[in-house]
């Protein structure tokens, strides 16, 4: 696994140096957007309406809307100072609870914890006191610039961390349109509904639940590719050759720069007869006749 975060833990007087390695990964099939005459990708451009220009990352900075249409800019400095500030690579258990005192819509990302060097003994002994006490830890960590409340529990002998969403974060139930509050039910439909409950209920095993649109997505793409439904894409990434163009604009403005700033040896005959002789070619030129007075030709446009 890829370690994503290396830290310490800390409860009481006990320092637990740690490795965070995400919990769960995305299944989801990845399809992409092609031109349907062509069948290429297509490519999203960072575009200024403003500038109507295409714009690159050393010309975009961060900014936040406090009124519509309204900024305020953060410059790179003084985000970097904020996460230097915050992003404390020592997390300390602040408190113990019970789970279940925890709503699972508080809760966000699963992430495992492996120790870190010299960490084994003290990773033990605090998975042993949690499973002991039925407790779960709450603390907070700063994750990817972002500083997020977490809780520490064990699962099948390691400990994991999860992360849980802060409570101005979750929405507040009263906003949903439409929810009955106090309606008669039917006691006879009660006692069904309850019926069938409890005719469902069973022990909770996640292996039996499987994505079956996924299954069958994968099912449909399979067939396509043995019966050669396949397409080749005909992609020709039009960034490269953007700047293939600016890149041989830049250097022909190049060149000019270059001609018109050129040394003075070259450049004071100018000032003396009309500039049509031999004699007024570039010094350091072939002897060839035919390249000199071409040489010249160019000179003189550049100087007028």
Same mark, same amino acid.
């Given at each position: 696994?890829?370690?994503?975060?290396?830290?310490?833990?800390? *409860?009481?007087?006990?320092?637990?140096?740690?490795?965070?390695?995400?919990?769960?990964?995305?299944?989801?099939?990845? !399809?992409?957007? !092609?031109?349907?005459?062509?069948? =290429?990708?297509?490519?999203?451009?960072?575009?200024?309406?403003?500038?109507?220009?295409?714009?690159?990352?050393? $010309?975009?900075?961060?900014?936040?809307?406090?009124?519509?249409?309204?900024?305020?800019?953060?410059?790179?400095?003084?985000?970097?100072?904020?996460?230097?500030?915050?992003?404390?690579?020592?997390?300390?258990?602040?408190? *113990? /609870?019970?789970?279940?005192?925890? $709503?699972?819509?508080?809760?966000?990302?699963?992430?495992? @914890?492996?120790?870190?060097?010299?960490?084994?003994?003290?990773?033990?002994?605090?998975?042993?006191?949690?499973?002991?006490?039925?407790?779960?830890?709450?603390?907070?960590?700063?994750?990817?610039?972002?500083?997020?409340?977490?809780?520490?529990?064990?699962?099948?002998?390691?400990?994991? @961390?999860? =992360?849980?969403?802060?409570?101005?974060?979750?929405?507040?139930?009263?906003?949903?349109?439409?929810?009955?509050?106090?309606?008669?039910?039917?006691?006879?439909?009660?006692?069904?509904?309850?019926?069938?409950? $409890?005719? !469902?209920?069973?022990? *909770?095993?996640?292996?039996?639940?499987?994505?079956?649109?996924?299954?069958?997505?994968?099912?449909?793409?399979?067939?396509? /590719?043995?019966?050669?439904?396949?397409?080749?894409?005909?992609?020709?990434?039009?960034?490269?050759?953007?700047?293939?163009?600016?890149?041989?604009?830049?250097?022909?403005?190049? =060149?000019?720069?270059?001609?018109?700033?050129?040394?003075?040896?070259?450049?004071?005959?100018?000032?003396?007869?009309?500039?049509?002789?031999?004699?007024?070619?570039?010094?350091?030129?072939?002897?060839?006749?035919?390249?000199?007075?071409?040489?010249? =030709?160019?000179?003189?446009?550049?100087?007028?």
């Amino acid at each position: 696994m890829h370690t994503m975060w290396k830290g310490s833990i800390s *409860f009481g007087l006990v320092n637990i140096p740690i490795k965070l390695y995400s919990a769960t990964e995305d299944k989801d099939v990845k !399809l992409r957007n !092609l031109h349907k005459e062509c069948n =290429t990708p297509i490519q999203y451009e960072k575009t200024c309406p403003n500038c109507e220009k295409d714009v690159g990352n050393e $010309d975009i900075v961060k900014g936040y809307e406090y009124v519509k249409g309204k900024f305020v800019i953060l410059s790179d400095e003084e985000l970097k100072e904020l996460k230097d500030e915050h992003e404390d690579k020592s997390v300390e258990i602040i408190d *113990f /609870v019970k789970l279940e005192e925890i $709503d699972p819509i508080y809760f966000s990302r699963s992430y495992f @914890m492996g120790p870190g060097e010299n960490g084994s003994k003290a990773y033990a002994l605090l998975r042993e006191a949690l499973q002991t006490s039925g407790k779960i830890g709450i603390a907070e960590i700063t994750i990817r610039s972002k500083q997020q409340m977490a809780i520490i529990r064990v699962y099948k002998n390691s400990l994991v @961390m999860e =992360t849980i969403h802060y409570p101005d974060e979750v929405r507040n139930v009263a906003e949903v349109p439409g929810v009955p509050e106090n309606v008669d039910i039917n006691e006879k439909e009660l006692d069904t509904a309850i019926m069938l409950i $409890d005719q !469902l209920t069973t022990e *909770f095993n996640p292996e039996k639940y499987k994505d079956e649109y996924r299954t069958a997505l994968m099912e449909l793409i399979e067939s396509k /590719v043995n019966n050669n439904e396949g397409t080749t894409s005909k992609e020709a990434p039009r960034s490269n050759v953007v700047d293939l163009m600016s890149a041989l604009q830049a250097s022909i403005e190049r =060149t000019k720069s270059k001609e018109t700033a050129s040394p003075k040896k070259a450049a004071t005959p100018k000032g003396n007869a009309k500039p049509k002789t031999k004699q007024e070619a570039p010094t350091g030129t072939d002897k060839g006749t035919s390249v000199k007075p071409k040489a010249r =030709t160019t000179r003189k446009k550049v100087g007028t």
